[in-house]
């Protein structure tokens, strides 16, 4: 992609950037040409980088006073010349919903959850959601962090962008930006961004579960961002670039990476397996389902409030799978846990892959098929009050413990249109499901995923406009 399709935008000084209250920024903030105004037509995000967000990249202030002098503005754009497969495959940052749900599943994630600094309020986090979604809006599209990039911000200054990803980029890059719990109302009340009164009824934390270790520092957090890509290092380079933008605003509270998908969210990908070896996502929600989108994932009129209408609620697990004690378990007993054909992921009573598991159904001597405490049984809608879940989960492995043992396991991402519905899922799972005794989970987080952005919008915008 060339500068021309993606034009960097300018801003006038003290021009409105749309949001309450957030301070403009100064002026060549963001260096861009002297035809600014006409470059600012058609960004998907009509500002450059703050004022802070470009001291940030700089290294906390060092250098401040030639943020002004105007660079090249000549974006490197990472074009994707890689020949690497999905390289030049790109998704608009902009949308009714944001992208990174219903989005084919990419290969690679990087998950990352974010505090916001002690002291700041709410104009601080408009500007810095700001500033996050021009960037991001930059680099889903293959460009530079920024217009100076990687190599135009001369040899005096740290270069805006990291540059691990040009040559590479986009590589299907989406970026999701969530919020916690925390970030309406701390668990001792405080409402530190006058944002109290617009905590959705339905953001509730899940239940501890059987079989939950959880271990705080890795779980919640003000912000979260979801990066998925083709390519690990496209992934890695958003959290890395947009925690960069953060510094001194939101520090990293925890992050985890993921390998190859554990789902489909499309028609068009085939079921991947994951690390026990099966089929995982068969029965998954799909982008060419809108009514289920609609029943099951996507916040709706009657949930409201209005402003998170069309977002969704993200549920992120980090669930350690016993590999090694599953891997000395026989086959047939493997099928019987999941309730599906190790082989082909058909359910045990018959029938292909997308065949519907039919729990009635018995063999000679009357013994059900599919058993009743299989996962397969335990987690589906017709157990469930009819509830479904959009999941997009990944493998991980980070390393070992000190008795050689893999710390492996299923970074679990589900998508449901309240916290509660997926509860009711999981509270059936970890009473009796079979499955339990292979896992430990030792994170969970809930955010609220808001609705997309319009052309020239910011994550969030709807909730600062609602009050
Ligand atoms: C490491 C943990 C887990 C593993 C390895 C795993 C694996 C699987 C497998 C192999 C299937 C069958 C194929 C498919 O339809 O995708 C499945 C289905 C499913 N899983 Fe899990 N799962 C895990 C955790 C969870 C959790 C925590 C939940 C949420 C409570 C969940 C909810 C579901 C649902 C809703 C289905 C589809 C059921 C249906 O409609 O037939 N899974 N899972």
Redesign the pocket.
């Known amino acids: 992609m060339s500068e021309d399709d993606l034009p960097e935008p300018s801003r006038s000084p003290g021009e409105d950037s749309g949001s309450q209250g957030a301070p403009a920024p100064e002026a060549g903030a963001d260096p861009a040409p002297e035809a600014g105004a006409q470059e600012n037509a058609g960004s998907p995000v009509g500002r450059g980088l703050s004022r802070r967000g470009m001291l940030a990249l700089l290294g906390g202030g060092v250098a401040g006073a030639s943020i002004g002098v105007a660079g090249t503005a000549a974006v490197v754009a990472a074009t994707g010349s890689s020949g690497e497969p999905g390289a030049g495959l790109s998704y608009p940052f902009a949308g009714a919903h944001q992208a990174g749900i219903v989005t084919p599943e990419q290969e690679h994630l990087h998950f990352a959850a974010f505090d916001i600094r002690e002291g700041l309020g709410r104009d601080d986090l408009i500007e810095l959601l700001q500033d996050w979604s021009y960037a991001a809006s930059r680099i889903t599209q293959g460009l530079d962090v920024s217009a100076r990039g990687a190599f135009d911000g001369g040899p005096y200054l740290p270069p805006d962008d990291t540059g691990e990803a040009t040559g590479i980029a986009p590589a299907g890059l989406t970026v999701t930006i969530g919020f916690g719990r925390s970030l309406f109302s701390t668990d001792a009340g405080e409402d530190r961004f006058g944002l109290a009164a617009q905590l959705p009824e339905h953001f509730t934390e899940l239940p501890k579960m059987i079989n939950d270790f959880i271990d705080r520092g890795r779980s919640a957090g003000d912000l979260c961002i979801q990066a998925c890509a083709n390519d690990p290092k496209v992934a890695v380079h958003a959290i890395r670039n947009l925690t960069r933008i953060a510094f001194g605003r939101a520090q990293l509270r925890w992050s985890q990476l993921g390998y190859g998908r554990t789902?489909s969210t499309s028609t068009s990908q085939d079921?991947p397996r994951?690390l026990?070896g099966?089929?995982?996502?068969?029965?998954?929600i799909r982008a060419e389902e809108p009514d289920r989108l609609e029943e099951h994932v996507w916040i709706g009129e009657s949930q409201g409030p209005d402003w998170a209408v069309n977002g969704t609620y993200l549920i992120a697990?980090r669930?350690s799978?016993t590999i090694e004690v599953w891997d000395g378990v026989q086959l047939g007993e493997q099928e019987r846990v999941?309730g599906?054909d190790k082989r082909d992921?058909a359910p045990l009573s018959g029938g292909g892959e997308f065949d519907e598991?039919d729990f009635a159904a018995t063999d000679a001597s009357g013994a059900l098929l599919i058993d009743e405490r299989s996962?397969?049984a335990r987690?589906?809608?017709s157990n469930n009050d009819g509830i479904?879940?959009l999941?997009r989960g990944y493998n991980f492995t980070d390393g070992n413990d000190d008795q050689g043992r893999l710390d492996a396991?299923?970074f679990?991402i589900?998508f449901v249109n309240a916290p509660e519905r997926?509860s009711v899922?999981?509270k059936n799972?970890a009473r009796d499901d079979l499955?339990i005794e292979y896992?430990k989970t030792t994170a969970s987080s809930v955010f609220l995923i808001p609705p997309g952005v319009s052309e020239g919008g910011y994550v969030g915008q709807q909730l600062f406009e609602a009050g």
């Open positions: 789902s079921t994951n026990f099966q089929k995982d996502g068969t029965a998954n697990r669930i799978m999941t599906r992921g598991p996962h397969v987690v589906h809608p479904r879940m999941r396991g299923l679990f589900a997926f899922v999981h799972m499955f896992l």
